[in-house]
């Protein structure tokens, strides 16, 4: 499963890191505003929330672990790692963690609205450029492709590996919400929008 990342790291991938960190950033940024605006949480979140509830660490830490747990589904759908999906697994939590502590609480209905759509917009336009710089898909993007390598549509493999975060989460008591459904139904859009203006094509090939 595990390519040699060190072989495969030739001049083109240094180019396309900045893009890579750029958008795996704001996808940090995003999901952290969405959790201080405190109206739902996008579903993995809304898993990752109810795992910190549980465990009592920060929501964050809990992406990241999750991220490497999700890896070893990876094993039987004979998807291959690449340098992008590590540091995915490393950045998205830690910044999400760092950012909660930054960004103030909404003080209103309106900011705490504001917050919610500007945190929709920011997480996907990061979805788009870190999967645009074409450095290797999120852990659980992995899923969705490798459950797609084998009939499943991409629509169904994303709906159904969502539904389940969700599901699990909301007995675990995560937050969602009327925000959980304003990202289900906004992030895919926008993504398929700045996925178009910054793809630079897979090089998982190299």
């Given amino acids: 499963m595990i390519r040699n990342i060190f072989t495969d790291f030739n001049k083109e991938i240094p180019k396309r890191l ?3 960190f750029f958008g795996l950033i704001l996808c940090g ?8 605006a405190g109206l739902g949480l996008n579903p993995w979140d809304v898993f990752h929330d109810g795992l910190s509830k549980i465990y009592d660490i920060p929501i964050g830490r809990c992406g990241v672990l999750t991220g490497f747990i999700v890896l070893l589904a990876w094993i039987p759908l004979k998807q291959k790692l690449f340098i992008g999906t590590i540091i995915n697994i490393f950045t998205i939590g830690n910044v999400q963690d760092l950012f909660i502590y930054i960004i103030p609480k909404p003080t209103s209905p309106i900011m705490q609205h504001i917050y919610l759509y500007t945190a929709t917009a920011i997480f996907a336009t ?6 645009g710089a074409g450095l290797g898909p999120g852990p659980r993007d992995g899923i969705m492709t490798g459950f797609a390598r084998l009939g499943l549509s991409i629509r169904a493999a994303r709906i159904g590996i ?3 975060a969700f599901f699990i989460g909301v007995l675990m008591g995560g937050s969602y919400g009327y925000g959980t459904v ?4 906004a992030v895919g859009p926008i993504v398929q929008y ?3 203006k910054f793809d630079r094509g897979t090089i998982y090939s190299l």
């Fill in 29 to 36: 940024i995003g999901v952290a505003i969405a959790y201080e």
């Fill in 182 to 185: 304003v990202m289900v139904i």
């Fill in 194 to 196: 700045t996925l178009k």
């Fill in 18 to 20: 900045p893009q890579l």
């Fill in 126 to 131: 990061g979805v788009g450029l870190y999967i």
């Fill in 162 to 164: 969502d539904f389940t």
